[in-house]
């Protein structure tokens, strides 16, 4: 294994796990049929995201001696993302997970990621990215799910960033296909326990807070000391609390033609706002804008905005800038 690089120049957000080759498939995968490969990963997509928006961001994480391996670096770098602290494992591949629509606003994610070059993420790994001091650590629950060295560099990295004064963004984004939720749900509120900013679906609430109650596990998590609490409700937008203020962004209205990776570009998006020192309803939509850039069209993140795009939300539909 060898590490791309020594000297780390500071980023304002630091943000590490595991991508994939993402593969598409126009139907059933088991038809075979035309399939296309881009990038798959929520901390990739965050990443991109938050570089197309103007902002400094390094993605650590290991990939693959293998082709999929530089499409990856090629892709992120070719995005502005840093990825001078990847490391390159000569021994594992990089992952893989193929897509395919069952129905509109439905798709149905295969995994072959086991024992990938990804999965085996570890401490040394985040070691260096942690000490360039980002202003932003974000963290997904996909990662503590891969092994337990991963999880162990998980919480390692939250509980550092924490004790280091680094804010701690954490996305739960559960995935039932790599841990149950018994298995996941010490590990996810552990995890909660060290942020500053919790972001949840509204069934993930549950797994980082005791209690069906939605206004109850928010309070429990504010009383760890979590400042915001976003919880994302897909097409009925986003509700966040914050220092007392409770704030509901509706979605903003588009066509969605696909609804994968669009929870990253809301995180993205609500980052975004949150270092350029936006207040919570300013995060918020933002948040929501990047969403439907998210859904307008197919991609975990190909659709996404530079900041100049930000204001084309506010278009009515059907207009044509010339």
């Known amino acids: 294994m060898k590490a791309m690089l020594a000297h780390l120049t ?8 595991e991508t994939m080759g993402s593969i598409r498939s126009t139907g059933l995968v088991r038809l075979g049929g ?36 530089a499409f990856a670096l090629r892709t992120l770098r070719a995005e502005g993302v840093a990825t001078d602290a990847v490391v390159i494992d000569a021994r594992r591949t990089t992952g893989l997970m193929l897509l ?3 129905f509109a606003g439905v798709s149905r994610a295969l995994y072959y990621r086991a024992s990938s070059a990804g999965s085996v993420l570890a401490i040394g790994d985040l070691e260096a990215s942690l000490d360039a001091a980002p202003e932003i650590l974000h963290l997904t629950g996909i990662t503590p799910a891969l092994s337990p060295a991963a999880a162990e560099a998980t919480l390692w990295a939250a509980s550092e960033a924490r ?21 996941a749900t010490p590990v996810l509120t552990q995890l909660a326990g060290f942020a500053d900013v919790v ?7 549950a797994l980082v807070a005791a209690g069906a109650d939605e206004e109850y596990a928010v309070n429990a998590l504010h009383g760890r000391g ?4 976003i919880i994302k409700r897909g097409a009925e937008g986003a509700t966040g609390w914050s220092g007392g203020a409770v704030v509901h962004q509706d979605a903003i209205p588009v066509t969605a033609v696909d609804t994968v990776g669009a929870g990253d570009a809301f995180t993205a998006g609500y980052l975004s706002a949150l270092l350029d020192g936006k207040a919570l309803e300013e995060r ?3 948040g929501a804008v990047l969403g439907a850039f998210a859904v307008a069209a197919s991609g975990d993140w190909e659709n996404l905005p530079n900041r100049s795009e930000l204001p084309l939300a506010d278009r009515t539909a059907g207009t044509t800038i010339r």
């Open 226 to 229: 979590v400042r915001d609490v």
């Open 100 to 102: 395919e629509a069952r």
């Open 284 to 286: 918020l939509h933002r």
């Open 199 to 205: 972001i949840a679906s509204d069934d993930e609430l």
């Open 10 to 17: 500071p980023v304002e957000v630091l943000t590490f796990g």
């Open 34 to 69: 035309s399939m296309s490969m881009s990038l798959g990963g929520a901390e990739t997509n965050v990443a991109i995201g938050l570089a197309r928006l103007g902002h400094s961001v390094r993605w650590t994480g290991r990939l693959g001696d293998d082709e999929v391996g």
């Open 163 to 183: 004790k280091r004064g680094i804010l701690v963004s954490f996305d739960v984004n559960y995935r039932s296909k790599l841990w149950d939720a018994a298995a």
